[in-house]
Structure formats: C-alpha cells, structure tokens
C-alpha cells in the first residue's frame, strides 16, 4: 500500500510524539524525500531498502532510522491508551519473551518495566540519540562517530521490541480500527531493511519468526 495512505491514516489519530524532521536542503533530506517517493510508487520494498548506487551508507542509515522512529511512534500511539500499567505490567512478548529496561545511567542495571514505562523511555533514549549532532550529524562536514552504526543496531533492535509487543498484546486493537494493512506495511518495510544490512541478530528476531514469514514473503 503506499506510504501517502499510511500517513494519512495515522495522522488522524493520536501521535506519540512530535516526529523528527530533516533540514529541506540537506542530503538526508533528499535520501528521505527519494525513499518515501519510492514506497509511494508502490514498487517491491525488498528493493526499497537497497543502498541507491553512490549513496553513503551511514546517510542512508541515517534516513531510516529516523523514519522508522517516527512509524513506530505512530503506530504505538494508535494502541498506547489500551497500554498501561494494569493490563501490560512487563514489556513482553507473550509469555516466552520480557524485555529489561537499561540505559547506562538512571538503569545501570536491566530492570523490569511496565510496558509503557518502557516504551517511554525507550523514546525518549531514541530522540535523545537522533537529536545529538554529534551522533547523528546533520552537516556533512561532520563526520558520523566510529560507534554510529552499532547505535543504529541497538535503536533499531530496541524498536523491533515495540512491534513484538504491538502485534502479540494489542493486534486487536490495530484490526478493530481497521489499521492491520497499515501496520503490516511498516513492519516489512522495516523487517526488509533489517535484513538487508544484517541489523538485527537472529535471536532478536524470534518472537515475531512465524509472522515474518507469512507477512515478509509477499511485497
């Protein structure tokens, strides 16, 4: 489905956050503006996701971190009202699966969360990191750091966590509001671009195994 009727529809609901723009003018903008034409066009989204002949890789990293940050906002938004302390106490993915909290400073330590206080922090760890220029440098005269793309490993793996608990807590929801295709849409994108560059291990992406390929063997 394109990508203008994806927007649209969460656009009328609730946001998470503010989303994360780029600077009109910039190369990440143009990367942005040239992958969102792309998905637009309707075209394979297995090859979306390839790095275009000539691009910088960390640009285009870059891009879809951002992007991906601001869909899953989006998409979590949509479910966080049914996502609070009473019906989600951990940050889990069914009964096999339960994710610990930790950032190096106020969480030294992993540390069980509710799912929302999760979610939250997690968010915010992400535009904390996407709005640092010195990680993510908005200038081409500054390079990105040696430790950009396992950043975007650990962002995106982090992300990924949000989808588990989507899909298998709160689908419901997504289908009641008629928002399955939606969602679908974004998960291959991103599932695609994951495996593409090989971002995110094999164990990571378990709990979500089975969808991944009914849903990802279909563009």
């Known amino acids: 489905m394109a990508l203008n009727g994806f927007l649209e529809f969460f656009q009328k609901g609730k946001t998470f956050r503010p989303k994360k723009r780029f600077t009109a003018g910039t190369i990440r903008y143009s990367l942005h503006k040239q992958a969102q034409a792309s998905l637009e066009s309707g075209i394979n989204l297995r090859q979306v996701v390839k790095l275009p002949p000539g691009e910088n890789m960390n640009d285009w990293m870059a891009v879809h971190v951002v992007d991906f940050f601001n869909r899953i906002n989006l998409i979590y938004g949509t479910v966080s009202e049914y996502c609070n302390e009473t019906v989600c106490p951990t940050m889990s993915g069914g009964s096999r699966y339960e994710y610990l ?8 330590k992993p540390t069980p969360l509710p799912a929302p206080r999760y979610i939250e922090l997690l968010m915010d760890w992400i535009e904390s990191q996407i709005n640092n220029e010195a990680v ?34 709160h689908f419901d929801r997504i289908v009641n509001i008629g928002a399955e295709a939606h969602v679908n849409t974004c998960y291959k994108h991103f599932y695609y671009f994951v495996q593409e560059f090989d971002l995110i291990s094999p164990k990571e ?14 563009t």
Do not use: Q
Not at 101 to 108: I, M, N, P, R, S
Not at 144 to 158: A, E, G, N, Y
Not at 205 to 218: G, H, I
């Open 101 to 108: 909290w930790a950032d190096g400073e106020t969480f030294k």
């Open 136 to 169: 993510f440098p908005v200038s081409t005269d500054v390079p990105f750091p040696k430790s950009f793309l396992p950043l975007c490993r650990k962002i995106l793996t982090r992300l990924f966590r949000v989808f588990v608990h989507v899909y298998i807590h």
């Open 205 to 218: 992406l378990e709990p979500l195994a089975e969808m991944s390929s009914r849903v990802c063997t279909a």
